[in-house]
């Protein structure tokens, strides 16, 4: 069982920073591809950002600039750093891994960004 492990969001005001943080076992986060995708309301499901497990990155454009995300390999986690965010960034924000052991997401975490 794939099991994802989410941590960080919450309320901030525009323009200021948070930071995501998601978790999985060494096995599969070594092998596979890890996103952070998010959903605002009355809205689907988009990428923000994603990277491999060779460390190729790809963002929406709209976070461009703004986000970075990142691997950890000593702790299998793989961050989300969101600076001067804006209240369109609000929505909630899933974890996703991919690849040879299909499509797995987490729970989600909600981010909320006021004006």
């Known amino acids: 069982q794939v099991q994802l492990e989410e941590s960080g969001g919450g309320l901030v005001q525009a323009g200021g920073s948070l930071r995501l943080a998601c978790a999985t076992s060494?096995?599969?986060?070594?092998?596979?591809?890890m996103g952070w995708y998010r959903q605002a309301p009355g809205k689907q499901r988009e990428l923000v950002a994603r990277?491999?497990?060779?460390?190729?990155?790809n963002y929406a454009d709209s976070v461009k600039g703004r986000f970075t995300i990142s691997r950890d390999n000593a702790q299998n986690t793989v961050s989300l750093q969101m600076n001067s965010l804006k209240p369109e960034d609000t929505g909630v924000y899933y974890c996703?891994?991919?690849?040879?052991?299909?499509?797995?997401w987490g729970q989600g975490t909600q981010v909320t960004v006021s004006s």
């Open positions: 060494r096995s599969i986060f070594s092998s596979n591809s």
């Open positions: 990277i491999s497990s060779g460390g190729w990155t």
């Open positions: 996703r891994v991919s690849g040879t052991i299909g499509v797995y």
